[in-house]
């Protein structure tokens, strides 16, 4: 059964891997895939929230009403200034790719970390994360730094030390508020929609913070 589950997970892992660079290199699968992921990724938050506002109440609906409006308000315009700054600013492109990688490169060595080292648990909001896996994301996403050296000239070492730990600081706590509202709603995964890692929110809930933040992060060293 887990080796069932893994060869999925790889599965499901090499496609996303696939179109991720397939996204890069064509502006219109970037276009129609950002406008699929940001729906999928709306209606999973949608379902989130209805299952943690379950009950009739007018200040159930209003807060439901608020918690959709501004998911929809900030993945849209999240998905805009992405397709903004790939149509019309190659140097930005990097901001944001980098920011990604990083994104990813925590997820990686949250989950090895923390499967290899164990130890403490790092909060009670997912019990499956631990303070090991936290300081493997942090050490991790480090490892980006020597391939993006001739990108960041502008930037010296330390800078980018800081810049990629606090981008894959907000990826993480990103994460955690996802794991904050699937526990709230009582769910393990957003959706099963993706074999092996749950949702498309599963997947994209650290990269919805850092890819902003790491874009502005950017703009202001």
Not at 15 to 36: A, P, R
Not at 161 to 184: A, P, V
Request: glycine share 6%; aromatic share 14%.
């Amino acid at each position: 059964m887990i080796k069932k589950e893994l060869n999925k997970r790889i599965l499901t892992s090499l496609f996303l891997l696939l179109l991720l660079v397939s996204m890069y290199f064509y502006f219109y699968i970037l276009i129609i895939s950002l406008i699929i992921i940001s729906i999928l990724a709306w209606i999973e938050f949608y379902g989130l929230i209805s299952k943690i506002f379950k009950k009739k109440k007018n200040i159930d609906t209003i807060f439901r009403f608020i918690y959709k409006s501004i998911s929809l308000i900030y993945l849209t315009c999240l998905s805009l200034g992405i397709l903004i700054i790939f149509y019309k600013n190659d140097y930005f492109q990097v901001y944001i790719v980098y920011s990604l990688l990083v994104s990813i490169t925590s997820d990686l060595g949250g989950m090895l970390f923390g499967k290899i080292f164990k130890g403490k648990k790092l909060t009670k909001i997912s019990p499956n994360k631990t303070i090991s896996g936290s300081l493997g994301s942090f050490i991790c996403s480090l490892t980006l730094i020597p391939f993006f050296l001739d990108f960041f000239l502008n930037h010296n070492i330390l800078i980018l030390l800081i810049i990629t730990l606090l981008i894959s600081l907000t990826s993480q706590l990103g994460d955690l508020f996802i794991s904050l509202l699937k526990r709230k709603a009582n769910v393990k995964n957003t959706s099963d929609l993706l074999p092996g890692h749950g949702g498309v929110l599963d997947r994209i809930d650290g990269m919805l913070f850092a890819i902003p933040v790491g874009f502005i992060i950017f703009g202001i060293f």
